[in-house]
């Protein structure tokens, strides 16, 4: 993560857009950078993506967890939740944010959403949960940032869990739909 860090923060692009901010304000902008940018990449790396989030989330303490389901996460649990991995999930990780910070830089397109895929697709991930866990993360999709965290843990770490353990291209339209900021 380290020599991507150095890489991407010696992009004359970047350097541009960040001038000589201080280390730790520079680290924050790359991560906004990768956070706004991974909905820029192909459907192969948003599957990655949440292979790995789902993965990082499994192994992260029940306050991280519902911290970062809640988009709340600190930089110290944003660490955490990446020093999970194994060494090279860590660099596949790094890559992943890389690719994404400089697809946001250079404005590339991101690659339409389609609702009805989304729906599709989240119906399949819905038929393979007990009909309780189901009307549970039904319901607490759209509440995470007022649930507590062992309730925001639960919802990511099963939606990432059963996004993850699909078919990729069953995946690829709930990792896009997981991608966006």
């Not at 192909?42 to 990655?48: I, M």
């Not at 996460?73 to 910070?101: G, K, M, V």
């Not at 399949?124 to 999709?141: E, F, I, S």
Request: glycine share 4%; aromatic share 4%; hydrophobic share 50%.
């Amino acid at each position: 993560m380290e020599r991507r860090f150095a890489e991407l923060h010696a992009d004359p692009l970047l350097r541009a857009r960040l001038g000589d901010l201080p280390e730790a304000e520079a680290r924050a902008a790359l991560l906004g950078q990768a956070e706004r940018g991974f909905v820029r990449l192909d459907d192969a790396a948003l599957v990655e993506r949440v292979r790995l989030l789902s993965r990082m989330f499994d192994a992260a303490d029940v306050e991280t967890c519902g911290a970062a389901a809640r988009g709340k996460a600190t930089p110290e649990q944003r660490e955490r939740l990446a020093a999970n991995l194994d060494p090279a999930s860590a660099e596949t990780w790094a890559d992943l944010a890389f690719a994404a910070a400089r697809a946001e830089l250079a404005a590339a397109p991101a690659p339409p959403l389609a609702g009805s895929q989304v729906q599709l697709a989240l119906g399949r991930l819905l038929a393979t949960l007990p009909a309780d866990d189901a009307d549970r993360l039904r319901a607490g999709m759209p509440h995470l940032v007022e649930l507590p965290d062992a309730d925001a843990c639960w919802v990511i770490r099963t939606l990432y869990g059963k996004v993850a353990a699909l078919d990729p291209a069953q995946a690829a339209p709930l990792a896009r739909l997981l991608a966006r900021p």
